[in-house]
């Protein structure tokens, strides 16, 4: 596909794109803003602009998805909910809490984004489930960059080929322009329990990292000056006692006191996705870390994470083919 | 929505294959480990669809490769597919030939890659709790040996003695604990892939960005052949907990199925029988069924003589007319089985002892608000000591005049019931249906139905057999249901796929196979539409 300078988007094609999006194009500086209003004038402007050889995501053709800022009713059977790729997140997660569901522990940036930089970003709109990182989507429907519609089944798990809709989780629109997707949430914890465990930061990193193994996952965690960790547990169900009695077993086990402490402030900072593997140089590190979307495999930080320590691995190359494959080589501008 | 597709079949009669291919593969593989001899032929000709044996019963096969290559390192593997590749041979990655759709048949003749002896253990390591081994590995040896370290994958498929790692991945696979411990794909830390081109690539999780695994996972060997798997272990769970309960009916069990996985519980074996499979399961003795998995596949690829069904005494033969009978009759035989009410739940309650006791309990008391009656421990006892028997049940059906597969589905909550019903009313002019209820997740679970049909000869088994599964995966498809949990697509569903990816998906599958697998050698005929 080639690349396409403003200059060279004549008014019949500015018109044209006009008519598809609903009436939203507006010039901002050197870049055409395309705001569809609805899914079908976003399927249809995406199309249109396919067909001539124009594609969504450079520098000059920018698609706003502000428009697309629907949040669904919520199926409280399957806990999925159905939102376009411009509803705040925040907006989501509001109208699930109303149904005592959520999205689960996540960093700041994804509380503050829309669907769409949550599930196209660096994130890919994964969730920990117990412990489990898996999607956090039910399904997708998007644009591919050739102006095919994709529109994934929503289901439980699938073995129905591969799951072709992880090429838009993540892909910062590399592969196509996603404009809806059926999130899935969890159960709201009833109640929870904060329990502060203070002791030797190898046996701090050691007792957060059985808990992941054995996914008896807090909801959050937070390390404090390598000596100090907070965390979250649900604490309503007699089952979940269970747990935070294990939980406090274990700590005296390790040799490290363990007492009630206050919720920790709303975590702010820098992010990064760590490998589990990473959690004791996280705690010996020291300073003032939040950890969220806890998996047995990684979880994120927030806050003072040295720069030193593994980071999650990338698979971009790969999907760089596949678009090329799908689309040809991406354009430098346009 | 197309039927099945049709399979070109050769007769059974194999003989010697390609020995130009084979001097030619001589140049990239030691010798000894290219076969093109009939029984390898034979035996890379086909894997468990149950088709299959219908068509053996008619004395055709399907076509067997031209030649049957054993690597037993990734560089063998990328040396073949490199060979392949530059040649335009097709090239169909085989485990132990489990699969139940006709994954690995091949409809164009070219090689058998046989990954069997790809089957080392590269690492065990139990203070991350992960191992990484090779696609050839069987999974009863392998769980065996992690057994006695104290460790589990917690993958239990019912084909759990005859079918490989590579398998297991390729096709998406499930266990019977999936609901504790997860599909494979939720296993899943890394793969080792050769791609068409006969490029290596290491993959691992967890992932920023666009997680790529995914698209291997469930790929069938299209995209690229899996040599090595990086997976999750678990500590071997300190107690097991059996247990069952009787609902007045299904719906009701349902509910308090639902209601379990909605609310966090994970029992690691979640199975609500349907009112006839609750009589069979009820009816079930003690005895009879192995306490290990069936020992290999040619246990399962029994095969009938031609002409018919085998008789081979009196008693036999009557029981096999009785049988064919009874299904020729499925209509009705169906709408008896919907005058039954009570299901059976079964459940399994394992991991570490406090917390897995303090579910079980949270659970009898979840099942008593939804009017479960508590039948103690016996009917889970009974279904952990006859999980593999249903393996050596089914080649015996065909055995006696009758064809028998299975079919699993699934939905979210609100449609399972509705599904349920919609298969059942579909099939069953077609063929007897039963069905459980497994692999149950918080938004939803898989139906597992078993189908049974006559076949007095085998052509008219295999009308009968396209019929039912048509009716079946049409109306999973109206439904919105997706139309494998875990068995995978091969040749049997390919006709769905396309409905179910929708156009988008299959664009970026044929992206994704053009970026791969550019000469288009991988596992042709299969999954693309």
Sequence with gaps: MMAVPLSRFSETTIDALSRAAGGGVEVRGARLVVTPRSLDDARRVIAFAAGRGLWFGGERLVLDRSGLCYVGVVDARAMWIRCGAGAPVAAVEEALCRARLTLGSQPPSVWAGTVADWLEGPYAGRRAMDGRLEPGVASVEAVLHDGTPLATRAAPRSAAGPAVGQLILGGSGRCGVLLCATLKARPLPRQLDHLALEGDAAQLARWLHEALQQLLVPVEARIVGGRRLEVACPAAGEDEIVVLQRHRRRARELGLATSRCDPAPPPSGAEAELPAAALPGLVRAGGDVRLVRMARESVIAVGDVPASLPRAASHGDLLARVATALVGPPPGTG | ?529
């Design chain 2, 1 to 529: 929505m197309a039927g099945v597709p049709e399979v070109p079949l050769v007769p059974r009669a194999v003989g010697h294959g390609d020995a130009a291919l084979a001097a030619a593969l001589a140049q990239v593989l030691p010798r000894d480990r290219i076969s093109v001899s009939p029984g390898d032929r034979e035996e890379a000709s086909r894997d468990l669809w149950p088709k299959t044996l219908l068509w053996l019963r008619d004395g055709r096969t399907p076509p067997p490769p031209d030649a049957v290559c054993r690597p037993r390192s990734v560089d063998e593997v990328a040396a073949v597919v490199r060979f392949a590749s530059a040649r335009g041979v097709p090239v169909v990655p085989h485990g132990a030939g489990s699969g139940v759709c006709g994954g690995t048949l091949h409809l164009a003749g070219g090689i058998a890659l046989d990954l069997r002896g790809l089957d080392r253990v590269r690492r065990i390591d139990g203070e991350a709790l992960e191992i990484e081994v090779e696609a050839g590995a069987l999974g009863w040896p392998l769980e065996q040996r992690l057994a006695a370290q104290g460790l589990t994958l917690g993958h239990y498929p019912s084909s759990i003695a005859l079918s490989t790692v590579g398998g297991w991945v390729a096709a998406r696979g499930a266990g019977q604990s999936s609901s504790r411990y997860g599909k494979i794909e939720d296993l899943l830390l890394g793969l080792e892939v050769v791609l068409g081109t006969g490029e290596v690539v290491r993959l691992d999780r967890p992932v920023e960005g666009s997680d790529v695994i995914e698209l291997f996972c469930g790929s069938e060997g299209t995209l690229g052949v899996i040599t090595a798997a990086r997976l999750r272990l678990f500590p071997a769970p300190e107690v097991q907990l059996p247990r069952g309960y009787r609902f007045s009916s299904l719906a009701r069990a349902l509910g308090a199925l639902e209601d379990l996985f909605r609310r966090g519980l994970r029992p690691s074996v979640a199975r609500l029988y349907d009112p006839f499979d609750t009589r069979v399961a009820l009816g079930a003795g003690a005895g009879g069924g192995p306490a290990l998995p069936p020992p290999g596949r040619n246990a399962l690829r029994t095969v009938p003589e031609r002409g018919g069904a085998r008789r081979t005494s009196v008693v036999r033969g009557a029981r096999a007319a009785a049988l064919q009978g009874a299904l020729s009759l499925a209509l009705p035989m169906n709408a008896a089985a919907g005058l039954l009410r009570a299901s059976l739940l079964v459940l399994v309650h394992e991991g570490p002892a406090a917390e897995t006791r303090a579910e079980a309990a949270r659970t009898r008391a979840i099942a008593a608000e939804h009017g479960g009656q508590d039948l103690g421990e016996a009917p889970g006892r009974r279904w952990l000591q006859k999980r593999w028997a249903v393996a050596y049940e089914l080649p015996a059906m065909f055995d006696a005049g009758a064809w028998v597969d299975t079919c699993e589905v699934a939905t979210s909550w609100g449609g399972v019931l509705e599904l349920y019903r919609a298969i059942r009313k579909a099939v069953a002019p077609h063929a007897f249906v039963m069905a459980h209820f497994s692999h149950a997740w918080p938004d939803g679970c898989s139906i597992y139905f078993t189908f049974a049909g006559a076949a007095p000869t085998a052509r008219a088994g295999a009308r009968s057999y396209d019929a039912a599964w048509r009716a079946a995966l049409d109306a999973a498809a109206r439904a919105g249901a997706t139309i494998t949990h875990h068995h995978g697509v091969g040749v049997l569903k390919r006709p769905w796929l396309a409905n179910e990816l929708g156009e988008g998906g299959v664009a970026l599958l044929r992206a994704a196979k053009r970026a791969f697998d550019p000469a288009g050698v991988l596992n042709p005929g299969k999954l693309l539409p």
